[in-house]
């Protein structure tokens, strides 16, 4: 009595072999497809939090450049110190009014 894969030919087996290496490689990228599109879905989450932050991010650059026209520190006279008696309390670029 024959086997039953003695009694298939040598073309059966081997097309029947193949077959199943080709399932698995199918599994396989199935699977390495699926974790590609898991990874692929945090990188997009993350994008739209980087999104939000560089919005945050350009308002600010917005505002502070609209600042422009504002006197640097640098261009300002220096402030003394109370105590020192280069403290300014007020100043009055004005006369007197006498």
Known sequence: ???????????????????????????????SSNI????????????????????????FHELMMGQKDVVPLEEQPPLGLPGTGGHVVSSSKQGSGK
């Open 1 to 31: 009595m024959l086997r039953p894969d003695e009694d298939r030919s040598f073309f059966d087996r081997e097309r029947d072999k193949l077959a199943g290496e080709i399932a698995t490689g199918f599994e396989e990228l199935l699977s």
């Open 36 to 59: 590609l599109n898991r990874k692929l879905e945090e990188v997009l989450g993350m994008t739209r939090e980087y999104d939000t932050i560089a919005g945050l991010w350009g308002r």
